[in-house]
């Protein structure tokens, strides 16, 4: 081979010719580069433009559950819900309905009450108060759960004696006669009371 092939200014102009090479191929490699940092920035805004209103409707989602459960601790505590999605019946079928019961066991002296209305011929308060005295027992012995809201048929259903239920049952019934029943077309007699006195003495037996 000859030397002109190898001289310097050969070699210079094919070294200038691989520089600029070089050169164009640099930055067309950088300008990829960049396109594709673009391209990769836009793909993570896109995400967090989705994940944004995810978040709020959770956020949104989760108050909602802390409120709902907020006005179902309040209603239990005071009662509203009580028996509203109980599957049981609310009337027995052989004993008068009541519209409202407010039953308040708490705060008797039972035995001179109830001495006081025999006293007085007022039997059917005598019949209330030892219905009332009953359902006291109960409560104390953790048969049944008292609260202001329930009426005499829920706490029937509560009781879950087998033996000592059908009494329950017939002293609710007189409890019920008793209190809410036309006096003029079902007076309330000594014999009621004393049938509802038995009935006592027999569910709160030891």
Known sequence: ??????SDSTFTATAERYVD???????????????????NTMDLGWMLGILDPVMKALVY?????????????????R???????????????????ATSTTINIFGHEYDHEIAVCLSNEQY???????????????????????TESKT???????????ERRPMLHELTALYLVAVYADKSERPVSKADFDQA?????????Q
């Open 1 to 6: 081979m000859s030397d002109k092939v190898f």
């Open 21 to 39: 090479s070089w050169n164009e191929f640099s930055t067309q490699n950088l300008h990829m580069k960049e396109v594709e940092d673009t391209s």
């Open 61 to 77: 989602i989760v108050i909602a559950i802390l409120l709902i459960l907020m006005v179902v601790v309040i209603c239990r505590q």
């Open 79 to 97: 009662g509203w819900l009580s028996g509203l999605f109980s599957g049981r019946k609310r009337h027995f079928n052989d004993i008068p309905t």
């Open 124 to 146: 059917d308060e005598a019949i209330r108060l030892t219905y009332l005295k009953t359902l006291y027992y109960l409560h104390r012995h953790n048969a049944v759960s008292w």
């Open 152 to 162: 005499a048929t829920e706490y029937y259903y509560e009781y879950k004696n087998v």
């Open 197 to 205: 006195l038995v009935l006592n003495q027999s569910i709160t037996k």
